[in-house]
Nanobody, 125 residues
């Protein structure tokens, strides 16, 4: 599985962005897809994840109600809608894929075998 993230940029606090991740390879529709973020000097942090057919969604507490993860299996894409952005959301955002359903392990970076290259989101105050 190869992943290509896009959609990052500079936005003012309170604004919105939509990140997309295009995937190629086998078994996309049954893969768990996740978004993580990382700032320099800190560990990669879980943001959101979605199960194979979208039946389960998981969010980190600080983004609940602001971010929405979705997927389009026909287009092999996973999206992350970021609303009400805050300066503390500034980070490089990575998409990731894990084979099959991983349930509660969706929030752990080591559960994912495949990673995209990252896209930078900068939120100014």
């Amino acid at each position: 599985v190869q992943l290509q993230a896009s959609g990052g940029g500079l936005v003012q606090a309170g604004g919105s962005l939509r990140l997309s991740c295009a995937a190629s390879g086998r078994a996309f529709s049954t893969s768990t897809l996740g978004w993580f973020r990382q700032v320099p000097g800190k560990e990669r942090e879980f943001v959101a994840a979605i199960s194979g057919f979208g039946g389960s969604r998981y969010y980190e507490d600080s983004v609940k109600g602001r971010f929405t993860i979705s997927r389009d299996n026909a287009k092999n894409t996973v999206n992350l809608q970021l609303n009400s952005l805050k300066p503390e959301d500034t980070a490089v955002y990575y998409c990731a894929a894990a084979m099959g359903f991983i349930g509660g392990a969706s929030a752990r970076a080591r559960s994912y075998a495949y990673w995209g290259q990252g896209t930078l989101v900068t939120v100014s105050s």
